[in-house]
């Protein structure tokens, strides 16, 4: 056999055997094995090629059978060389498989890693998320606080306007009222004017009076004068009745100008009385009603601008009180008959007493040392 | 526990110093004194008295109450053997206080409050015959004719719409038919009263409750503002429960637990509970500082003048460091020397209420 012949059946063999150890052998239960050489398979191959051409073709030539040999032998080295190349690919492939099969290990190995950092993200977003809800809660609190100061605040700045709106209202009615008095008190004036006015005209009137007295007393005189003188002449007895006459027409005059004069006067102040009386109860009582209501809008506007919590302390009546409790009939306990945790203060109050005392000036001995009942 | 300081002081160089807390006295014999005291609280009431020498005896008892199945009208024998409270009122029964509470988790079923929010309840048809009892347990009979007794009213709220004739007038009718004179007090006041002595009673007073924290700024006795916040305790569980997603008793529990600081939370509940603790400290701060600068009777005080917390909701711990904290952060009109918990916190309102009744 060529050497060349038998290097490629070693390496069909190589090819086509797995190598195992004599130790992977004991293991499987093998404990013999039956040894070939490459050189003896190439023989046995011959002897078989030998015999298919000779069962096949009978008695060939020498030259036939090395033609059949070499062309058995180029097909069974194409076949080996496809067979081997097949092998490489193969062992190719598994090593591409294995490498990649550790790339998937590596891979999930990764994913794995990266779903823990995930899920730890998560929860930390879920802190954060809850942590800014509080926060959010805080400041919707503060909001709703600084809203409600702030209306409260608006609340005040209307209350005040309309204060400020009712007293500007106040001054004008007052500035009304100013002006009805200069008014009146104008009037006044005038009717005091007329009341001089018509004093000098009674004074006149008195004047012309006395004068016509001074007359009439010249005329008595000269009537006497002329009795004296003895004589009672006609023309003496015209002037007595003259005179007469004239002293009932004087004196009629003289009533009726006193009285009609003392008359428009008292009836002029009479007026004058009244209308002043009137005004001035007219005048006073919306003065006084117009503030009092003024007065009680602006103090109720102002208790409620500036409203803070004063202790409104209502001792609620023992009636509506004791009506509370009156169900009493239907109530039964075992309150009296039960025992009592009783504890101790772990501070005393005597400090606080006494110092109490002393800011309120008492004296702690004066107070009389009384039993207190037992619990 | 660290971080947990009772007092903080703010000196004029505007450090921080914690300054250790004065030795209390023992009490020194002082004749008896007659009258008492109580608070009257939305989550418990609490009374008084002052016995012959020492501190106050104080009994305590939870506002609320439970009605109980009929059927068990005819074992009211057995309730006076398990020495638990109870009221038979238009054939039904009520069991008051503590006792209440427990019951409640046997039947399922909730306890119902006489009060809500500081004031008397008003959906609650049955509180004042309830409220009658529990006080009546608390206060026992009068020492002697129309004892006096102090009670502890809260001041109208700035955030609600509320007031206190109702209220204060039903608990003077209701000690009255007790045999008692009643006289109120605001809340504020009286932890003044009991915690300012050393500072002449001038300063401020917080009572820090379940229903609402009330405040006094008062000047040697006078109390000079007074106002309330509808916000306590329970507000804070509310809120935390409902942004955690929590029920309201777990919330509560969260912020009761032992070890608990505001100013060391250690996970996300109990950062919730600080954030609702110092929006509501600022709140209070917030709110005290306006009204200040309204109010035109307000007394100038010359020395900077000291914060005094008191209460339930005033015990968690770090609850006096993060009040300094906000009050830093609050542009208040007045110089403070130092915030402090008073050290009797939960009785402090019972005992200012005592000594008003004490000087009566």
């Known amino acids: 056999m060529k050497r060349e ?5 070693a390496s069909v063999i190589e090819a086509n055997t797995e190598r195992i150890t004599l130790k992977e052998l004991a293991a499987k239960g093998k404990s013999h094995v039956r040894v070939i050489s490459g050189r003896k398979v190439m023989q046995l191959i011959q002897a078989v090629v030998d015999e298919a051409i000779a069962q096949q073709v009978g008695e060939v030539t020498k030259e036939d059978r090395e033609r059949i040999v070499q062309d058995a ?4 080295q194409h076949v080996s060389r496809m067979h081997a190349e097949t092998e490489a690919l193969v062992r190719q492939q598994k090593d591409l498989l294995g490498r990649q099969q550790t790339q998937i290990k590596q891979l999930e190995k990764t994913q794995a890693t990266l779903g823990k950092q995930l899920a730890q993200e998560r929860r930390l977003s879920a802190e954060r998320e809850k942590t800014a809800r509080l926060h959010a809660e805080t400041l919707e609190g503060a909001q709703s606080h600084l809203r409600e100061t702030g209306e409260r605040e608006r609340r005040m700045t209307r209350a005040i306007r309309k204060l400020d709106q009712r007293l500007q209202n106040s001054r004008l009615t007052i500035d009304n009222y100013d002006r009805e008095i200069d008014r009146l008190a104008g009037q006044v004036q005038e009717d005091v004017t007329l009341i001089e006015e018509l004093q000098e005209h009674v004074r006149e009137r008195e004047h012309e009076l006395q004068r016509m007295h001074g007359l009439m007393q010249a005329l008595n005189e000269e009537v006497a004068a002329a009795r004296a003188r003895g004589t009672e002449s006609e023309t003496v007895s015209e002037l ?13 005059l003289e ?31 919306s003065f006084q009603a117009r503030l009092d209501e003024t007065l009680d809008h602006i103090g109720k506007a102002l208790q409620a601008a500036t409203a803070k919590p004063i202790d409104r302390r209502v001792e609620a009546t023992d009636v509506v009180i004791s009506k509370l ?4 009939t239907d109530m039964e306990s075992n309150l009296q008959s039960l025992d009592l945790k009783v504890s101790t203060a772990k501070q005393s109050i005597l400090k606080s007493l006494e110092r109490l005392k002393e800011l309120r000036g008492s004296d702690l001995e004066e107070d009389p040392p009384e039993e207190v009942a037992g619990t | 526990m660290p971080g947990d300081t009772s007092k903080v002081s703010f000196d004029q160089s505007g450090e921080e110093a914690v300054v250790p807390q004065p030795s209390r006295r023992k009490g020194d014999g002082t004749a008896p004194i007659l009258g008492k005291g109580l608070d009257v609280g ?33 074992n009211r024998q057995m309730l006076t053997k398990l020495n638990v409270p109870y009221v038979s009122y238009r054939d039904r029964l009520f069991v008051l206080g503590d006792s209440s509470f427990n019951l409640a988790n046997m039947f399922g079923r909730e306890v119902r409050r006489p009060m809500q929010d500081g004031f008397l309840s008003p959906d609650e048809q049955d509180a004042i015959p309830m409220l009658r009892f529990i006080v009546e347990r608390l206060l026992g009979k009068p020492a002697c004719p129309n004892e006096p007794v102090y009670f502890s009213v809260p001041a109208p709220s700035i955030d609600a719409d509320n007031d206190t004739v109702y209220h204060q007038g039903v608990m003077e009718g209701l000690l009255k038919k007790l045999g008692y004179t009643p006289h109120p007090i605001n809340e504020g006041h009286a932890v003044v009263y009991a915690e300012l002595a050393e500072q002449d009673f001038t300063g401020i007073g917080v009572s820090c409750g379940g229903g609402m924290f009330n405040v006094c700024v008062a000047y040697k006795t006078i109390p000079a503002v007074t106002f309330s916040v509808s916000r306590g305790g329970d507000w804070i569980d509310q809120h935390v429960g409902k942004v955690m997603g929590i029920p309201r008793t777990r919330a509560t529990d969260i912020k009761e637990a032992p070890g608990v600081n505001l100013t060391e939370p250690r996970n996300r509940e109990e950062e919730a509970v600080v954030l609702y603790y110092r929006n509501l400290i600022e709140y209070v701060l917030k709110n005290l500082a306006q009204r200040f600068s309204l109010a035109r009777d307000v007394p100038q005080f010359s020395a900077p003048i000291e914060i005094v917390v008191a209460g339930g909701t005033s015990l968690v711990g770090g609850f006096v460091d993060v009040f300094a904290d906000e009050l830093r952060r609050v542009e208040f009109p007045l110089k403070v020397s130092g915030v402090r918990r008073a050290d ?10 005592l000594i008003a009744a004490a000087l009566d």
């Open chain 1, 255 to 285: 009533e009726r100008e006193r009285a009609g004069d003392t008359t428009a006067v008292e009836a002029l102040f009479e007026r004058l009385h009244q209308k002043q009386a009137a005004t001035k109860v007219e005048m006073e009582s």
């Open chain 2, 42 to 74: 939305t989550a418990n009431l609490l009374s008084g008295v002052q016995t012959r020498g020492g501190n106050p005896t104080v009994l305590s008892e939870r506002n609320m109450f439970l009605e109980i199945p009929s059927e068990f009208r005819r």
């Open chain 1, 5 to 9: 012949d038998r290097r490629n059946v």
């Open chain 1, 325 to 328: 409790f009156d169900d009493e």
């Open chain 1, 240 to 252: 007595r009745g003259e005179l007469g006459e004239m002293r009932s027409f004087l004196k009629s």
């Open chain 1, 73 to 76: 032998t180029r097909r069974f």
């Open chain 2, 344 to 353: 009797d916190a939960l009785t402090s309102v019972v005992r200012g209420c």
